[in-house]
């Protein structure tokens, strides 16, 4: 029997339990000529038709059918709220998104910052370009203030004005005599971060010593695992995997006065980050050779060890995304569920994959964020269909509100908002909409569908299919929607894929990008979490109910698997950053709007940390790595320790005031 069905054959057990319980009393008292009943031998008046029916009821020889009957109905009601779903009434919360007119965007808050640090790069060298694509964006989201010389356009500027000089260039030899120079600045008290992977020439030989090396050899060598310090960088102490290694390494050996962070996970252990003081100043080199988007933590913990205390801001955020969640159940090949459970598609998510994935979310505190899907209908003529059945949506959604999570929006269909001026060129098996009213009418109807669904909710996120948008879908958006504030897609490069970085733009629109995915975890995505875990200390990650219809997500492994692997990420991630926060993807959005605007102006003395901090809102995370000193007493928040000299502040006020023992 259905879980209804056993409802209502209770509900009219128990009604049929009272009607013959109400013939039994009935027959024990007579009415008066008023027409009320009183139980026989009793006077008339309310106290004593009370005395009479406890006096019955004592007697009553029934009275344990009551008990039953009393458990059926409780039975009735835990079933009736098990098949309907938990019935979610949203809370009156604080509303995590900054009023538009209020917003600083990113680009409007680094204009006016003093700039820092020099840049050195030669555009005749392929790394070097690549590499300056990568720290553009490093400092911008830093906040930290950058003139870039490039050797084959302009002229070198003076040190003097600078607090750090950051090389991008592996093949010094165009720098000439300029490489001296940068040693006796050094000498005197810079800072400087070689970051790509050196070539020994003549140049890089009169400054290697200066570096800390003791020996080294004109060859590189394969670098296929970085061992990270756990002093150094969240999620230290255990060696990554590095996807498609390559000889990128210079093979160095250093001395004593040298601190080595990383260094490759094999018997030659060469170092692959260090710093090494020389004179009144310091040095830091990055030795691994890998510039990528996914690699960006890495320069930038590096780049926080030049002085005595470097401070960013940070996200502070962890999402975890359901994406076609809810939806209808998804057609594809149950092999492995059956095989493992013998179960259909539909029993395996409503008796196993949603209560395990509960289970992992009570167990450390993740708050989902599930992202609808109206049908999996390919019509794109905006023929729009209204869905009738309800009760998946609103069983599972009511069950991931209760939890703490948000819905939001993945499609009308599973067909992505382009018009057919978009060539998906056999790349992605999906069709163009016939025009921008279709798509229009498509995405009203997905709104209206969740508005009707989770009546109170606030649903503001928008999940493009398969992560990809195009220009006109994503205008649209922003035109005809103003319910939508944030599009979250993907954070690197893919097929056809809408790529985004953390950040406000422009037209209002929170760009809030998805890391990684699923619940194998490759050393690809294993080596961007680490990484992003230290550039934007944030995690964003998305799965779908259906990876195990799909071989290529890990299908063949089974649930059980699966299961074990994501709630090993789980740990890894919380045990690696106990004080990210779990957010809902509206307040990631919320934190990214407030980190995008804020400017950090930094006083150092020997005694004393002084931040100012301009577009501040309300809260703002920063990070700060103390290389000189220890924090002592705070003013204007809280401080807390992550690994070795690295710390997160929680700023409650635009003024912060931190001890320096």
């Known amino acids: 029997l259905t879980g209804c069905t056993v409802v209502i054959v209770l509900i009219c057990a128990t009604l049929a339990g009272y009607v013959l319980a109400g013939k039994r009393i009935k027959g024990n008292i007579r009415a008066d000529s008023a027409g009320t009943y009183l139980p026989v031998g009793e006077r008339k008046g309310g106290i004593g038709f009370l005395a009479g029916m406890i006096k019955y009821l004592q007697s009553f020889r029934f009275k344990g059918m009551t008990v039953i009957l009393g458990v059926f109905l409780a039975i009735s009601v835990v079933l009736w709220t098990e098949r ?13 998104y ?37 720290f553009e964006r490093i400092f911008m989201d830093m906040k930290t203030g950058v003139d870039l010389a490039d050797i084959r356009q302009s002229e070198i500027p003076d040190f003097s004005g600078y607090e750090t000089i950051v090389v991008l260039m592996s093949d ?11 040693g006796n600045w050094v000498e005197k008290g810079g800072r400087v971060l070689f970051a790509l992977t050196l070539q020994k020439d003549t140049y890089v030989s009169i400054i290697e010593q200066k570096l800390g090396i003791t020996d080294s050899d004109y060859g590189n060598v394969l670098v296929d695992k970085i061992y990270i310090d756990d002093d150094f960088m969240i999620g230290g102490g255990r060696s990554y995997q590095i996807p498609d290694a390559y000889d990128s390494a210079w093979e160095v050996s250093v001395g004593e006065t040298a601190k080595v962070y990383a260094w490759a996970d094999d018997e030659k252990k060469v170092p692959l980050i260090w710093e090494n003081s020389y004179g009144k100043g310091k040095f830091v080199v990055d030795n691994f050779g890998l510039c990528e988007k996914a690699t960006r933590g890495f320069f930038a913990a590096s780049y926080s060890l030049l002085t005595d205390v470097m401070v960013y801001p940070v996200l502070n955020g962890s999402v975890f995304y359901l994406d076609d969640f809810p939806s209808p159940v998804p057609s594809g090949d149950g092999t492995y569920i059956k095989r493992d459970y013998g179960l259909s598609i539909k029993e395996f998510y409503t008796n196993i994959w949603w209560p395990d994935m509960l289970d992992m979310a009570e167990e450390h505190g993740v708050k989902y964020t599930g992202v609808i899907i109206d049908n999996y209908e390919d019509d794109v003529s905006g023929d729009v269909v209204e869905q009738e059945d309800v009760q998946r ?6 069950m991931l ?5 948000e819905l939001g929006y993945h499609g009308y269909n599973h067909q992505p908002l382009s018009l057919s ?27 209206r569908f969740g508005k009707e669904m989770f009546p109170g909710t606030e649903l503001s996120v928008y999940v493009p299919p398969s992560n990809v948008l195009s220009d006109e879908g994503r205008e649209m958006i922003v035109k005809e929607f103003p319910e939508i504030r944030t599009i979250a897609s993907n954070y690197f490069v893919g097929d056809m894929a809408y790529t985004q970085e953390f950040e406000a733009a422009e037209d209002g629109i929170v760009e809030q990008p998805r890391i990684i995915s699923g619940a194998v975890i490759d050393d690809y995505m294993e080596l961007a979490a680490v990484s992003e875990l230290n550039m934007h200390f944030v995690n964003t990650h998305f799965i779908h ?5 799909d071989e290529d997500r890990g299908a063949r492994l089974g649930w059980k698997k699966l299961k074990k692997r994501l709630d090993e990420y789980m740990d890894w991630l919380y045990t690696s950053a106990p004080c990210l926060r779990n957010l809902t993807a509206s307040e990631l959005s919320g934190a990214i709007q407030r980190y995008g605007a804020l400017v950090i102006d930094k006083d150092v003395s020997d005694q004393e940390l002084n931040l100012k901090l301009d577009n501040f809102y309300d809260e703002a995370y920063i990070m700060i790595r103390m290389n000189e000193g220890t924090p002592g007493n705070i003013e204007g928040g809280e401080l807390t320790h992550i690994t070795g000299n690295l710390y997160l502040l929680r700023a409650k006020e635009k003024s912060v005031k931190i001890e320096i023992r």
């Open 98 to 134: 900054l009023d538009r007119d209020t917003v600083v965007t990113e680009t409007q808050a680094v204009k006016n910052i003093e700039s820092s640090c020099l840049v050195l790069m030669d555009s005749s060298q392929a790394y070097s370009v690549e590499a300056w694509e990568q």
């Open 84 to 96: 309907s779903g938990i019935q979610y009434q949203a809370d009156v919360k604080k509303n995590a």
């Open 421 to 447: 001026n978009v060539d998906y060129a056999n790349i992605l098996p999906y069709k163009t909409w016939e025009s921008y009213d279709a798509m229009k009418k498509a995405m009203t109807e997905l709104i």
């Open 172 to 182: 010094l030899n165009p720098l000439k005599d300029v490489v001296i120079k940068i």
């Open 545 to 549: 109910p259906d990876d195990l219809l």
């Open 401 to 405: 509100l209760h939890q703490g999570g």
């Open 393 to 398: 949506f609103q069983y599972f959604g009511n």
